[in-house]
């Protein structure tokens, strides 16, 4: 597969504040380059996916389209310790309901950069995000026959819903069906559940999937154990892992900008952990984050909390 990555929206040049050219001065605009598929020392590769169809058909708030910009402004001015290249492949955009062929742009995206030996970084758009990184997952060369693939999703839904339409209320569920029907071997777990947000009917399809979950209100600093464990475990049972972010995973006073904030929540300082772990793994081969919608942000809480989570990955990434 050809290491060019296609999208609509070519990646512009990055601003933010500058104390100094020197590395001790380093900030993120700094080191963001435009992606080049010869550039061997790249660390990651950001790819934006702006969409709120998938949010649309779920009948939430919509806004999400709007993320991927909002992320890249979070992030500008944080700080680097050290000197790194990082690229921006600039943005897939969903401009019509045609939410299908955008997510299958994305997935070339996706195992165009994988197969480049990057990390893909996609910045959402809605959690319809996630069938567009695991097609390119599904697609990039790493996934050879027989690797066992896992997904990490922290969110406080399963979105497993059978609906006849894919949303970003289905994205999980497309994907276990298409890994069922083609014989791989994935797993499917999720960290920050929220009972009250999750109807019986969905618990029973995660039930009959076997996925793994933690419900949020098991994953406060007094049950690192359990969290840990729970982590470790899949970590073990996998070669590859994917992780997808959900922002309504996080208290609605640390990320209101979401298109269904959390009455509950898991601590940001667990998804950090969370983070910190599986960036550290060896095994995590993308990343997303959805759900951030800008509209209905707070002085930005939601964005830079999620550019800290992006900037954690980044530089701890082997």
Known sequence: MSAEIQVDIPPVAWSGRIDGDGPEHLRWHQAVWPYDPDA???RCVLIGFASDEGVRRNKGRQGAAAGPHALRAALASMALNDPVLLEDAGTIAVTDTDLESGQARL????????????????????HEVAFGTYLGVAAALARESGTRLGILNLDAHFDLRGEPVPSS???FRQILEAEHAAGGSIRYDVLGISQPSNTRALFDTADRFDVHYLLDDRCGPADYALVDAFIADLLDAVDLLY?????????AAVAPGVSAPAAYGVPLDTIQRVCDRVAM???????????????LDIDNRTARTAARLIHRMVTRHP
């Open 40 to 42: 061997s020392e790249s």
């Open 169 to 171: 209320g289905t994205p």
């Open 107 to 126: 997935g070339r995206a996706v195992a165009a950069a994988i197969d480049s030996g990057r990390l893909p970084v996609v910045l959402g758009g809605g």
């Open 243 to 251: 992780l997808t972010i959900d922002l309504d995973v996080l208290p």
């Open 281 to 295: 793994s060896g095994k995590l081969i993308a990343v997303d984050v959805a759900e951030l919608n800008p509209g």
